[in-house]
């Protein structure tokens, strides 16, 4: 996950098949300043932001996949053995005055 701190992904490998959720491995990837700008710049409206959401989601899911494949790495565990992975995006504007909150994902909702 990433969330509204912009500091980075954390990434965490956890098996829910017993009865309690047990923690495999985690890891972290910090955004590099060009990112956390470039997210930064997307939370008010601007010139061509609807490109600009598309190539930073395009850079956001690099660094998940990455965040990923070296947390399966540090487990020591191959991609076929999982299940689910869960992503839920990265916020880049906060409406609560229009009822959304968009995420990189779903650009359609940059525009007020």
């Known amino acids: 996950m990433s969330g509204t701190s912009l500091d980075g992904i954390d990434a965490v490998l956890v098996d829910l098949g017993q009865a ?12 590099d300043d060009t990112l956390k ?6 939370h008010q409206p601007g010139h061509n932001e609807l490109h ?5 989601s395009i ?5 998940y996949a990455a ?24 916020t880049i ?6 009822g959304y909150t968009c995420k ?3 650009p359609h909702c940059l525009s007020n």
């Open 37 to 42: 700008n470039d997210l930064l710049a997307l």
């Open 104 to 106: 990189s994902a779903m």
């Open 67 to 90: 965040a990923v494949n070296t947390l399966l790495a540090a487990a020591n565990l191959p991609s076929a053995k999982i299940k689910a992975i869960g992503c839920h995006g990265q």
């Open 20 to 31: 309690h959720p047990m923690l495999l491995a985690k890891h972290y990837v910090p955004f």
């Open 52 to 56: 600009r959401t598309q190539l930073t």
């Open 93 to 98: 504007r906060h409406c609560p005055e229009y």
């Open 59 to 63: 850079q956001l899911a690099r660094l």
